[in-house]
């Protein structure tokens, strides 16, 4: 009987150290459809998620009221598998910095592009990222905002996975969204093995 608690409070705490090894990040960047197959399955990401952070508002729904907030994904990640500075490698070349109205054929204050860092680390690497990206595209203003971290509210469950669930209709609206288009246009070819996979 001893040896059955010691080997259940072992795997507890192997549990527990599991779920330690693992951080999240979040970003907005328009569509939260695309940018959650931005980062899904890839090495040292475990989970996506679709919804919306960054306003005072509870509980925010799709359907329903969101006004203040952006769509957004939280991503579950391993840090000693894949950096947050590879995450915001990642997020760059899947956003369009100099859009303010929104993100390619999404308009309006929910679809605006935000890195939200849950601390001074992240915060300090959020900004030399927006630094690097401001100086490849001066003259032109760069609109991404740097937000604090605050609470993330999951949206319905039909829109999570969305691209896996619905692959023709996911296709066929980025495609006519314009985004792979634009993105290639703002970073190049280069760029394109870091975008949607």
Known sequence: MKRFFLA?????????????ETATAMFAGGCFWCME????????????????TGGTM?????????????????????PAVISYQQLLDIYWVNVDPLDNAGQFCDKGPSYRSAIFPANESE???????LGEVAARFEPAAVYTEIRPAGT??????????????????????????????RLEQLWGKEAISRQSH
């Not at 952006?70 to 990640?77: G, K, L, P, Q």
């Not at 915060?123 to 990222?129: D, F, V, Y």
Request: aromatic share 16%; proline share 3%; hydrophobic share 30%.
């Open 123 to 129: 915060l300090k690497l959020a900004q030399a990222s």
């Open 37 to 52: 197959s931005a980062y899904q399955g890839r090495e040292g990401i475990t989970d996506v998620v679709s919804g919306f």
């Open 58 to 78: 509870s509980n925010p729904t799709y359907q329903g009221d969101h006004s203040g907030h952006f769509e957004a994904i939280e991503v579950t990640y391993d």
């Open 152 to 181: 993330f509210w999951p949206v319905e469950e039909y829109h999570q996975d969305y691209y896996l669930k619905n692959p023709v209709r996911y296709k066929y609206y980025r495609w006519n969204c314009g985004r792979d288009q």
């Open 8 to 20: 259940l409070m072992l795997s507890c705490g192997l549990s527990q150290a599991a779920g330690a």
